[in-house]
């Protein structure tokens, strides 16, 4: 390998662990994650100092809210504000001198509103807790001495106004009143005194939650696979409150864990790269494929960080089968099971309970890689996401049956969580296609789309050569069916036969198959007209680059003759010239050879094909002759010495091409005639 990609690989690996140390979530060395009601996952725990037992969560809530039940807030009463309102109330009735009332029903409607407002006016919020009966009573604080009072007589502004249009029934009365505005002038005089009545619930909080014993120092608080009840949770939560706040200033023990976090990451994708180098050595070679990993399982390794920190059950929402699945796609199913289990034990670092998060994404991971052997098509998705989704239930049923017994500690929000992740799988559909166009991969559903046949590009074969778009229709079948035996990849064959002679499309009438009765070679010497032959690949090239064709499509197009020669126009010029020595280069295809078994089998079926259009005899011996004289000749000429085609796959192939041209070319039976009778 160069120097050059050696240390891409060394680079890409520093980064990627580097950074994912760095956003690793970090808590306190005293911080420890658990549940109440699940086993503690850590060693013995004991006192290091005197911990204060307070009450559990539950009982200090209800505390609290019996507290908050019979707490009376504390009340002052505006005298002053009364008496200007009074006042300035009296000025404005006495000002009034269209009103139609003597002085005494003056003096009456002054006294009804000095009554309600000796009896109090407080606020509408007030008064509604008053009148649902939440508010019973009040205090008021005279001489450090909390006096309380009653709330029955309290009314709010319009309930006073409306208690003196009830007393006052005088119309003129009534009208005097709705004249001065007197409704614009109530306002409370009975005002809450939120600062003290905080002080004093506060106060009575801390009362009320005061320490009901101790834990002494050096006393056994919890050890592993004891349950974590109530008591034991506050119990531990004090101790990381109060180890917080001593703090911790020894330099080994701040810096051990980050080196163990930086040991533990470089372990992991150091087992990527191992991986790779010894059982995918193509892989580990190709730069793409080796960025593609480490990006994707670092990338998504930061996502799962971030939903952990983001929410409380965040390892459980992210979907980490989008992993293996998009490795699946891309590369093979035994690299996809490894990336999953890496991914995953990368990730185990965040879980309070690892061996459950461990044996859970296990099981996803591989009914997403079970269930999703071809993705041709959306709705394989779909089905995948629902059935991750039940083999994450089934697999936290089995967890909590396991340690508890019974059924009764499983959480729905679990199962919710559950749900969002396998909605979140759907998107790996769209990722696919970004990751298309970002390391130029070519899928399984982008193989099957171009392999419509109402793609632009081929139904322009088919209408200005049919012949050749039948030609690479028959190519695609045959190749296709003997790249199922030799397990090659059948789809990318199917769709690289279609595109293999799109360069005919600039010339179809140099081109046998397209023509009607007319040669125009028969007007060209043969260096010409093996031009113009061998031109249709850099032509074919032009178009799939114009039309974005993946760079494995493409390759079908430049490799399909490799450096062959175009033997018919070569064997004639060579006979019309016995005595010069001719130049193979100038009938010689542009190449390259055939680099991988598809493309080989390409060549294979393209030359055979086109052969057995020329036979008169289609019998079984004549069919088997031509198909090995073709495929030897191109063995012998070293057309497929870079491809890793075997012999074994050539017999095969042997095999299938005889047994599909027989097929094709089976004799029919003469139907009969039907005979009318005499008359």
């Excluded at 009573?137 to 502004?157: K, W």
């Excluded at 989008?322 to 199913?333: A, G, M």
């Excluded at 190519?475 to 690289?496: D, E, K, P, W």
Aim: glycine content about 4%; hydrophobic content about 45%; charged content about 20%.
């Amino acid at each position: 390998m160069p120097s050059r990609q050696i240390s891409l690989r060394a680079l890409l690996f520093i980064i990627v662990v580097s950074v994912t140390v760095y956003f690793l979530p970090r808590t306190g060395e005293n911080h420890y994650d658990f549940e109440e009601g699940r086993p503690w996952s850590y060693a013995l725990l004991t006192a290091p100092f005197d911990i204060p037992v307070h009450l559990d969560s539950l009982s200090a809530a209800r505390v609290k809210d019996s507290i908050d039940r019979h707490f009376e807030p504390v009340f002052t009463r505006d005298i002053t504000a009364e008496k200007t309102i009074i006042s300035d109330y009296t000025t404005r009735l006495n000002a009034a001198t269209d009103l139609d009332i003597t002085p005494a029903q003056r003096n009456q409607i002054i006294k009804e509103i000095r009554k309600i407002y000796e009896n109090g006016i407080v606020d509408r919020e007030t008064y509604n807790r008053i009148a649902s009966g939440k508010l019973p009573a009040v205090r008021f604080i005279h001489d450090n001495v909390a006096i309380s009072i009653p709330t029955t007589n309290y009314l709010s502004p319009f309930r006073a106004y409306e208690h003196l249009d009830s007393v006052l029934r005088d119309r003129d009365v009534r009208q005097a009143i709705s004249a001065t505005k007197l409704s614009q002038m109530l306002h409370p005089n009975i005002l809450v005194d939120s600062v003290t009545s905080r002080r004093l619930i506060d106060e009575a909080y801390q009362k009320a939650m005061a320490p009901i014993g101790v834990v002494q120092q050096g006393e056994r608080i919890i050890d592993k696979g004891d349950i974590v009840t109530s008591r034991l949770a506050t119990v531990l939560r004090t101790y990381e409150k109060i180890a917080d706040e001593r703090g911790n200033g020894a330099i080994s023990q701040h810096y051990y864990p980050i080196a163990g976090q930086i040991l533990y990451m470089v372990i992991l994708f150091g087992a990527i790269y191992a991986y790779l180098f010894i059982f995918r050595q193509d892989y580990f070679e190709d730069d793409r494929t080796v960025i593609f990993l480490m990006s994707l399982i670092g990338i998504f390794t930061l996502f799962a960080f971030a939903m952990e920190a983001g929410f409380r059950m965040g390892y459980y929402i992210t979907p980490f089968t989008i992993v293996p699945i998009l490795v699946l796609i891309f590369l093979d199913s035994r690299t996809a099971y490894f990336c999953h289990v890496v991914q995953v034990l990368i990730c185990a670092i965040l879980a309070s309970f690892a061996l459950e998060f461990v044996f859970i994404q296990l099981i996803a991971g591989f009914v997403a890689i079970d269930s999703l052997k071809d993705l041709s098509r959306r709705s394989q998705l779909i089905r995948t996401a629902a059935l991750i989704f039940l083999a994450y239930a089934l697999s936290y049923i089995a967890i909590e049956v396991m340690q508890s017994g019974s059924l009764a500690k499983t959480e729905g929000r679990i199962f919710g969580a559950f749900a969002i992740n396998a909605i979140l799988i759907s998107f790996s559909y769209v990722l696919m296609f970004l990751v298309e166009r970002i390391y130029g991969f070519t899928s399984r559903v982008t193989l099957v789309e171009l392999s419509d046949i109402n793609n632009p590009l081929l139904r322009e074969l088919s209408e200005e050569c049919p012949g050749t778009f039948n030609h690479s229709m028959a190519v695609s079948n045959l190749a296709s069916a003997a790249a199922s035996r030799i397990g090659a990849n059948v789809q990318l064959v199917r769709t690289g036969a279609l595109y293999h002679d799109i360069g005919k499309i600039k010339n179809p009438a140099f081109y046998t198959e397209n023509q009607h009765g007319v040669n125009p070679h028969d007007a060209l010497d043969p260096i010409q007209s093996a031009r113009i032959v061998t031109g249709h690949v850099n032509e074919g090239l032009a178009l799939a680059e114009k039309a974005k064709l993946p760079k494995m499509i493409r390759k079908f197009i430049t490799e399909h003759h490799g450096n062959g020669k175009a033997r018919y126009f070569y064997t004639t010029y060579c006979n019309a010239h016995p005595d010069e020595e001719v130049d193979p280069a100038a009938f010689s295809y542009p190449g390259p050879n055939p680099q991988s078994k598809e493309t080989s089998l390409i060549m294979m079926a393209d030359s055979v094909e086109a052969a057995s259009r020329s036979m008169t005899d289609h019998s079984p011996e004549a069919i088997s002759a031509l198909v090995n004289k073709i495929i030897d000749a191109q063995i012998a000429e070293g057309l497929h010495n870079q491809s890793p085609i075997s012999f074994r796959d050539v017999s095969t192939i042997k095999d299938v091409f005889a047994q599909r041209l027989r097929t094709m070319y089976h004799s029919r039976i003469s139907y009969p005639e039907l005979k009318k009778p005499q008359e």
